[in-house]
């Protein structure tokens, strides 16, 4: 199996294995599938650990107002009356004001985020250095899982304006619109893949670029079409710098050692001398010519 090491410009993404007859479609129509995935997994993540601290989202009219606010224009939330936690809620207020204040109990809450760290560590660029291969299928399952979650903690379900319960319903561009995050989500339209400076052109196959060797290992960079072509890869690494630079420093430090540890006073002894046997021989070994 070709492995692939997907990157976004310097910062790995994950690892994808496949083989050498896969189209380029097929293969970046999953590439962005997981690309996608892994974005919703941790948007979807963050969202929950608010979830179990404040409850679910306000009703856009009440986002970002003071309970002053709220009780001089007698609005309510109809949907955070709705949708409670199960099991009773607690008070926790929302400092940022976009979620109900009402989080579920301690048992509860520890469901939510017990299941999101290990969404989280699921998706998380730590399995690059693992070896661990992300599927699509890995990726549905994750996001299963956080739904699971949220099911047993609220089996009333989530507000239709919840960002998570936007994710899991499919409406992404809803969820992400206004935020940073839209920019990170790939269309397989446009999505491009590089490797050793030059695009894999679709319509093609990947052993058409990196021959028929099933064992090959390859960086490659995932990008939208436009941004032009990306960063070669380095040919030291980070990690080797980091080894050279210290090894450097480690040789520096010994050969100053050796420098304080040289003394070469005993040079200029008498027995150091190499004319003294000479003198010794011809009888001027203690003679001095200087008058007395």
Known sequence: MVKLHIKRGDESLFLYETTCHVTMDELL?????????????????????????????????????????????????????????????????DPVGRRCGQGPTQKLAEVITRTLEEAKSMVSKKQVAADVCLTPDMIQETLGRLRGATTIVYPMGLPPHDPIRMEFDGNVEEAVAGKAASKLILDVDSAQLWWAGKELQRGKKLGDYVGRNEKTKIIAKLQRRGQGAPGREPVVSEEEKKQMMAYAYRRQEELKKLEEARDDSHLSSDWADPSSLKRAFQGVANVSWRPR
């Open 29 to 93: 129509q999953d590439l962005v599938r997981i690309h996608n995935g892994r974005e919703q997994v941790l948007r979807v993540s963050e969202e929950m650990v608010e979830l179990a601290k404040h409850g679910v989202t306000m009703a856009p009219n009440m986002q970002g107002l003071t309970e002053e606010q709220i009780s001089e224009l007698q609005l309510k939330d109809a949907w955070a009356q709705k949708c409670q936690p199960s099991g009773g809620f607690v008070d926790n207020l």
